[in-house]
């Protein structure tokens, strides 16, 4: 069964941190470029990061960068997201997804949701003092 798995949300402080992970099973992760959204109460989800597969720039929300960094592991089949200094605007809950094959994350291009699938489940950032 094709699965993905957040994990390492949770509530913190203002100027806190936190790393996300993103398990997967059934499936295998090298060949695909990973993203990360998150979706507030209200909002829509956006994306906030980005890693290819293999060569590249990640990409980074405007919000986000110099704050957060996204990271993969082939062997342990997962894909993180460190967040430090954060901020109560943060505060939503957050997936990861899988893009098409072929896709290619570009620091310069914004992630849209249609171009991913094979959602997690979420979870939970709260960053409240």
């Known amino acids: 069964q094709v699965q993905l798995v957040e994990s390492g949300g949770g509530l913190v402080q203002p100027g806190g941190s936190l790393r996300l992970s993103c398990a997967a099973s059934?499936?295998?992760?090298?060949?695909?470029?990973i993203g990360w959204f998150r979706q507030a109460p209200g909002k829509e989800r956006e994306g906030v990061s980005c890693?290819?597969?293999?060569?590249?720039?990640?990409y980074y929300a405007d919000s986000v960068k110099g704050r957060f960094t996204i990271s993969r592991d082939n062997a342990k089949n997962t894909v993180y997201l460190q967040m430090n200094s954060l901020k109560p605007e943060d505060t939503a809950v957050y997936y990861c997804?899988?893009?098409?094959?072929?896709?290619?994350?570009?620091?310069?291009?914004?992630?849209?949701?249609?171009?991913?699938?094979?959602w997690g489940q979420g979870t939970q950032v709260t960053v409240s003092s």
């Open positions: 059934g499936f295998t992760l090298d060949y695909y470029a």
């Open positions: 890693i290819s597969d293999s060569d590249g720039s990640p």
């Open positions: 997804s899988t893009a098409s094959l072929g896709y290619y994350c570009s620091a310069d291009d914004e992630i849209e949701v249609a171009d991913f699938g094979s």
